[in-house]
């Protein structure tokens, strides 16, 4: 059986390797050749700082898909890199893809970093990618960051799951900013249907988002 | 029955008595050979195992296609010929997700979402990119064309 363990880490190593190769491929396929090469570099050197590179791919093909600018591309690849990185450090040094990429929506926010460091402290067992993620969506309804991240905070403390901390965006946001969305105001049951013209926005399909339960 | 058949029987049965250099190169085959057989059925398992990793892999792959929360996007556009959403979830692709029109001319489509939060934006007839108005926009505007942000919440398919 000695051998199993080398065979599994040879598979997952090839695994990892074609992933890698595909996601290179995709932005090779892009590119010109110079963009390529500097695409290259940035993602070359976030792997060796153990940085996620598939939200920098992601970022270089909306950049692509929105027709912007190859400067205009490598530098926000470039930003975002160094972004990831600060969450990384806010984050405690470690922290998954999606935990690094909710975590660099929130600071981009407005959410300050110290909460970051609140959220790791209090889940240090569990992932803090919905939080971080609640905390951004709070800020983009019209919530101020302070305010996002003290509700965030006190759910998290309160041991609340990450299925009623994603209802909290729609629940907590400010009056004026749910009814402009949703007629119902902030005791509606989101439409799953147009209605009025209105969209009825991201719903999830035949489960229409409920208010979540206040805590004390 | 011959006698030399019966000599022959018991020169057969007789105990024979061989050289303990003999008997040690006897034993060392014998135990070579079940070496060959441990390594042989060692290789076996450790095929075996690869291929139970390979289906792992490949069911693994496979449900995390599958799996994810189902959230329906809508966009009420009635004058468009085509609208299609993109994101990170299908790598801002535009061609990987059209919405279908719906007989009062809203455009809805439903994507399969991984818990965490989703940048996305709409593109109506190909080059008019437009952010969901029912949901809040993503911060930063990179590329000039804002994005919307939801939020999915993990174990709710």
């Keep these: 059986m000695k051998y199993a363990g080398a065979v599994v880490l040879g598979l997952v190593v090839v695994t990892v390797r074609l992933d890698a190769q595909a996601n290179d491929d995709r932005l090779r396929g892009l590119f010109d050749p110079p963009t390529y090469a500097q695409l290259h570099a940035v993602l070359d050197s976030a792997r060796t700082a153990g940085l996620p590179t598939e939200p920098l791919i992601d970022k270089a093909l909306e950049g692509s898909a929105k027709h912007a600018s190859s400067d205009r591309i490598v530098t926000v690849v470039r930003d975002l890199s160094a972004r990831l990185a600060d969450t990384r450090t806010a984050l405690g040094g470690y922290g998954t893809a999606d935990e690094l990429s909710a975590g660099t929506a929130a600071l981009r926010a407005g959410i300050a970093p110290a909460t970051l460091a609140d959220l790791r402290r209090l889940r240090h067992n569990e992932q803090v990618t919905i939080p971080l993620a609640v905390a951004a969506e709070l800020v983009a309804r019209g919530v101020r960051p302070d305010s996002a991240s003290a509700q965030v905070l006190r759910l998290a403390a309160a041991g609340a799951p990450d299925v009623e901390l994603a209802t909290l965006p729609r629940s907590l946001a400010s009056p004026s900013v749910v009814s402009s969305l949703y007629p119902g105001g902030p005791g509606f049951s989101a439409p799953t249907a147009v209605d009025g013209g209105k969209s009825s926005g991201p719903v999830e399909a035949g489960r229409p988002p409920k208010r979540s339960p206040q805590r004390p | ?157």
């Design chain 2, 1 to 157: 029955m011959p006698d030399w058949i019966d000599q022959l029987g018991d020169e057969l049965r007789a105990p024979v008595d061989l050289s303990s250099l003999a008997t040690a190169r006897i034993m060392a085959a014998v135990r070579a050979d079940a070496a060959r057989r441990r390594r042989r059925a060692r290789t076996w398992q450790a095929l075996a195992v690869a291929a139970v990793v390979v289906l792992a892999i490949g069911i693994a792959v496979y449900a995390r296609q599958a799996d994810g929360t189902a959230v329906r996007f809508a966009l009420p556009v009635p004058a468009a010929h085509e609208v299609v959403i993109v994101g990170d979830f299908n790598h801002w692709d535009t061609h990987a997700t059209p919405l279908r029109r719906m007989t009062n001319g809203t455009w809805q489509t439903t994507v399969r979402l991984k818990p965490g939060a989703h940048v996305y934006s709409f593109v109506v007839d190909g080059t008019r990119w437009v952010p969901d108005p029912a949901a809040p926009l993503a911060p930063g505007t990179d590329f000039g064309a804002p994005n919307s942000l939801v939020t999915v919440a993990p174990g709710t398919t």
